[in-house]
Every structure is written in structure tokens, then in C-alpha cells.
């Protein structure tokens, strides 16, 4: 009984130690971040001078466009994930830059696609996806390169 009682306490202490970590539950992934805004601008259908060939191909990346043409906004994610951008609702043409904290081009929107010719050109759609490795500040950068002067941006980040 003196050695039955020791040993039964040692099984409850070791029994103790393992509980939490079977019992731990598996980490969830963080919910996607979206956002669904309008935003404003007049054309601004030229290149930027001197810059790379990325650079000369839009002007989303022209600070000095930012609340005249462009339209950037910030996220933050904690993780790998999938970044999916669409601007609706516009005509003529409007463009999607990807950069991330420094200002570097990630990724740029597929090009406009145009919708029903018999409409008025507001069925017109812009798609930017991009698989992004790691967390990092990602700024999204919408701008009217040649086209009406409104549209509708919607964007979620899902984590792997």
C-alpha cells in the first residue's frame, strides 16, 4: 500500500502534464480581411517618365496622383494568404497596383475586361489576384488611368 499510493500519485501528476497539450485545440485561421468601398478620380492616362518598365506602364504608382487619380489603401496581414481585388462599376479604364511596404510592385491587375457592349460601359471589371508568402503590410493601389470617373472596389485576404 506505502509504494501503490506514490506511484498512483505519479500516474495522476504525469497524466496532468500531458492533458493540456492533447487537449489544446488546433490554432484557427485568422478571418479573411475584406473591405467593399467606392472611390473617385479623374484620368490620368500617362506613364511615368524615367522609371522602370513596370513603373512606365501605369500611373498607380505616382504619389502625386494619390486623391486625384489614385486611390491606395493599407493592409496588414498576419499571414500567408490569397489577396483578390475586383473594381466594378466603371467605365473606360481604370488600373490595380499591388505594393508592398517600400513601395515595390507585388502584382498589377489582369486588365480591364469590358462588359455588355449595349451598356453604357459600367459593366466594365478589373481583377488583381495575387498569392502572398508572408505577412506584410500590402498597399492596394486603384487609380483611373482612362475612364469615367467612378467605381466600386472590393477585395478580400484569405489565410492559408
Do not use: H
Not at 505519479?10 to 467593399?36: L, M
Not at 504619389?63 to 494568404?81: D, H, N
Amino acid at each position: 500500500m506505502r509504494k501503490a499510493l506514490p506511484l498512483a500519485l505519479v500516474a495522476v501528476a504525469a497524466a496532468g502534464a500531458f492533458a493540456p497539450a492533447v487537449a489544446a485545440p488546433a490554432k484557427a485561421k485568422p478571418k479573411p480581411i475584406t473591405a467593399t468601398y467606392s472611390v473617385t478620380g479623374i484620368p490620368a492616362p500617362f506613364p511615368l517618365v524615367g522609371g522602370t518598365p513596370v513603373e512606365t506602364e501605369t500611373s498607380c504608382m505616382d504619389p502625386m496622383l494619390e486623391g486625384v487619380s489614385t486611390t491606395t489603401r493599407a493592409i496588414k496581414p498576419t499571414g500567408p494568404g490569397t489577396l483578390t481585388v475586383d473594381v466594378t462599376g466603371f467605365a473606360g479604364d481604370w488600373d490595380i497596383t499591388l505594393l508592398d511596404a517600400k513601395g515595390a510592385v507585388v502584382a498589377e491587375g489582369a486588365g480591364t475586361t469590358t462588359g455588355d457592349p449595349s451598356s453604357v460601359g459600367t459593366a466594365n471589371v478589373e481583377k488583381l489576384t495575387a498569392k502572398i508568402k508572408k505577412a506584410q503590410e500590402l498597399r492596394i493601389a486603384v487609380c483611373n488611368y482612362a475612364g469615367g470617373p467612378n467605381a466600386n472596389v472590393s477585395f478580400t485576404y484569405t489565410y492559408k
